[in-house]
């Protein structure tokens, strides 16, 4: 399929020359009997954007002019001849036999100016009942709806890539953090779930988005509808969409679900931007947690040790993108006047380079993530010393009797103890130094304290433990 070429196609110097500009496809210049300069018309053209709409243009023509030879607006005849060409053109099109013009002022004046010189006076017939305005918000919502599908295999291929990765990590011991401090010991695959958590619940953003998008703006004309006997019912189902939309005012007016997209995007984004700050830090010397694939990381013009997660930054920069476009369809957006304004073209290149980025920073992110090594040794060795089991041993001594508050204070003052006399973990005192803090400790703590053992007893709903988080594996699996 055609995506939208580089800019340059329509530079201002590709523009047509003063007086001929785009004159087999302009559709308004019965009105005006000036044109504008080549660089003014470049200006206000937006077929270098919306040529990747020209699929969802060519099916809602097909369904809007089988629909007025249905209602007898055109002959019937006629609309079997365009309908055939339309399809002819959309084989053409995918083939590569057909160009689409990139200076065309956008890519609904392309298909109209190509039916009639094609068809003649039959081409001239296609445009009964609609305006570019119902039209653009039409290809727009199917070109998003396939869009939206495509960002959610992509999500559930990242899902399954994280959910296989965690399974393999229930029991891998690591510190869990505040701060940035280590604060108590999870497990990698517990800490993987906790991304897949997000993505997941991105999933079904995306999924909620739908039911709003999934709507039919076509009969709405540039902003009254039509007197003609449009059937609105009919080009809805036969587009696939699950009613027509409202009121026509708002149908070309609206722009809620860009800006919703947007909004889902830049969360997707910056769920990513997360993840992979975390694994900048894993991979750096000091951690030493991950290994990143040498085909997954780069080196250095001028160090020759280097070795570094340049993909991973660049998904947390990408983010930026995200959160700029959102910006930008909120302010196109603010204060714009009903109905339809020319300002609304610009919704497009926004909107695509967030569904643009997001994809490929799924897919980057997949494949970083599913070549990576873990090094369960340094992530265990990260476990002690920290006191990482200081919260344990307060539990320990609450399971036992002991008032929280007072068991805070008790496992505080170990923990001062253990500083005092150089020693790194809590399990390093004898049972006599620990009992003259507490008659309580008995033999027993020691194991109780054991990273992995402090994981296995935090099961409840949602904790590290292995089995729980065994069970949130299956539960996340079970909603892709
Ligand atoms: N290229 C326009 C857009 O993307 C299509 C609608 C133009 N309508 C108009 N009345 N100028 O919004």
């Given at each position: 399929?055609?995506?939208?070429?580089?800019?340059?196609?329509?530079?201002?110097?590709?523009?047509p020359?003063?007086?001929?500009t785009?004159?087999?496809?302009?559709?308004?210049?019965?009105?005006?009997a000036?044109?504008?300069?080549?660089?003014?018309?470049?200006?206000?053209?937006?077929?270098?954007?919306?040529?990747?709409?020209?699929?969802?243009?060519?099916?809602?023509?097909?369904?809007?002019?089988?629909?007025?030879?249905?209602?007898?607006i055109?002959?019937?005849?006629?609309?079997?001849?365009?309908?055939?060409?339309?399809a002819?053109?959309?084989?053409?099109?995918?083939?590569?036999?057909?160009?689409?013009?990139?200076?065309?002022?956008?890519?609904?004046?392309?298909?109209e100016a190509?039916?009639?010189?094609?068809?003649?006076?039959?081409?001239?017939m296609?445009h009964?009942?609609?305006?570019?305005?119902?039209?653009?918000?039409?290809?727009?919502?199917?070109?998003?709806?396939?869009?939206?599908a495509?960002?959610?295999?992509?999500?559930?291929?990242?899902l399954?890539?994280?959910?296989?990765?965690?399974?393999?990590?229930?029991?891998?011991?690591?510190?869990?953090?505040t701060?940035?401090?280590r604060?108590?010991?999870?497990?990698?695959?517990?800490?993987?779930?906790?991304?897949?958590?997000?993505?997941?619940?991105d999933?079904?953003?995306l999924?909620?988005?739908?039911?709003?998008l999934?709507?039919?703006?076509?009969?709405?004309?540039?902003l009254a509808g039509?007197?003609?006997?449009l059937?609105r019912?009919?080009?809805?189902?036969?587009?696939?969409?699950?009613?027509?939309?409202l009121?026509?005012?708002?149908?070309?007016a609206?722009?809620?679900?860009?800006?919703?997209?947007?909004?889902d995007?830049?969360?997707?984004a910056?769920?990513?931007?997360r993840?992979c700050?975390?694994i900048?830090?894993?991979a750096?010397?000091?951690?030493?947690?991950i290994?990143?694939?040498?085909?997954?990381?780069?080196?250095?013009?001028?160090?020759p040790?280097?070795?570094?997660?340049?993909?991973?930054?660049?998904?947390?920069?990408k983010q930026?993108r995200?959160?700029?476009?959102?910006?930008?369809?909120?302010?196109?957006?603010?204060?714009l006047?009903?109905?339809y304004?020319k300002?609304?073209?610009?919704?497009?290149?926004?909107?695509?380079?967030?569904?643009?980025?997001?994809?490929?920073?799924?897919?980057?992110?997949?494949?970083?993530?599913g070549?990576?090594r873990?090094?369960a040794?340094?992530?265990?060795?990260?476990c002690?010393?920290?006191?990482?089991?200081?919260?344990?041993?307060?539990?320990?001594?609450?399971?036992?009797?002991?008032?929280?508050?007072?068991?805070?204070?008790?496992?505080?003052?170990?923990?001062?103890?253990?500083?005092?006399?150089?020693?790194?973990?809590?399990?390093?005192r004898?049972?006599?130094?620990l009992?003259?803090?507490?008659?309580?400790?008995?033999?027993d703590?020691?194991?109780a304290?054991?990273p992995?053992?402090?994981?296995?007893?935090?099961?409840?709903?949602?904790?590290?433990?292995?089995?729980?988080?065994?069970?949130?594996?299956?539960?996340l699996?079970?909603r892709m």
């Amino acid at each position: 399929m055609e995506t939208d070429k580089t800019l340059s196609e329509s530079s201002l110097s590709a523009a047509p020359p003063p007086g001929k500009t785009g004159e087999s496809s302009l559709l308004w210049a019965g009105r005006l009997a000036e044109k504008p300069e080549a660089e003014a018309f470049a200006f206000q053209a937006s077929i270098h954007i919306d040529r990747r709409l020209v699929f969802e243009d060519i099916e809602g023509s097909r369904s809007h002019v089988m629909m007025l030879g249905k209602q007898g607006i055109i002959p019937a005849e006629t609309a079997g001849l365009l309908d055939g060409e339309l399809a002819r053109i959309a084989e053409e099109l995918a083939a590569g036999k057909l160009d689409i013009d990139g200076e065309a002022e956008d890519i609904h004046s392309f298909i109209e100016a190509l039916l009639t010189r094609r068809l003649g006076d039959a081409g001239r017939m296609v445009h009964a009942g609609r305006s570019r305005n119902d039209q653009v918000a039409l290809d727009f919502r199917l070109y998003l709806k396939r869009a939206l599908a495509s960002i959610r295999d992509e999500i559930a291929e990242t899902l399954r890539v994280l959910l296989d990765l965690a399974e393999a990590h229930t029991e891998t011991v690591m510190p869990g953090y505040t701060h940035l401090q280590r604060a108590q010991p999870v497990t990698l695959g517990h800490w993987i779930c906790a991304w897949a958590s997000g993505l997941e619940r991105d999933s079904s953003r995306l999924a909620d988005a739908l039911k709003r998008l999934d709507e039919c703006p076509l009969g709405s004309g540039a902003l009254a509808g039509s007197a003609l006997p449009l059937d609105r019912e009919e080009t809805a189902r036969s587009l696939g969409f699950a009613r027509p939309t409202l009121n026509s005012m708002d149908s070309v007016a609206d722009r809620d679900f860009a800006l919703e997209l947007a909004a889902d995007f830049a969360i997707i984004a910056t769920h990513l931007s997360r993840f992979c700050e975390d694994i900048v830090i894993w991979a750096s010397e000091e951690f030493g947690f991950i290994d990143l694939a040498e085909s997954w990381s780069t080196g250095s013009s001028i160090m020759p040790q280097k070795k570094n997660p340049d993909f991973a930054e660049l998904i947390r920069g990408k983010q930026a993108r995200t959160a700029g476009n959102l910006m930008t369809l909120l302010s196109l957006l603010k204060g714009l006047p009903y109905a339809y304004d020319k300002d609304l073209q610009e919704d497009k290149e926004a909107l695509f380079d967030s569904l643009d980025t997001v994809k490929s920073c799924l897919r980057m992110f997949r494949g970083m993530m599913g070549s990576a090594r873990f090094d369960a040794g340094r992530m265990a060795a990260a476990c002690s010393g920290g006191f990482l089991e200081a919260t344990d041993a307060a539990e320990y001594l609450v399971r036992k009797g002991m008032p929280f508050r007072k068991a805070h204070e008790t496992a505080a003052l170990i923990v001062r103890d253990c500083i005092d006399s150089g020693q790194k973990r809590i399990g390093d005192r004898s049972l006599e130094q620990l009992k003259g803090r507490s008659a309580l400790f008995e033999n027993d703590i020691y194991r109780a304290l054991e990273p992995i053992n402090c994981v296995r007893a935090r099961s409840l709903p949602g904790g590290p433990a292995p089995a729980e988080v065994r069970r949130q594996i299956g539960i996340l699996r079970g909603r892709m």
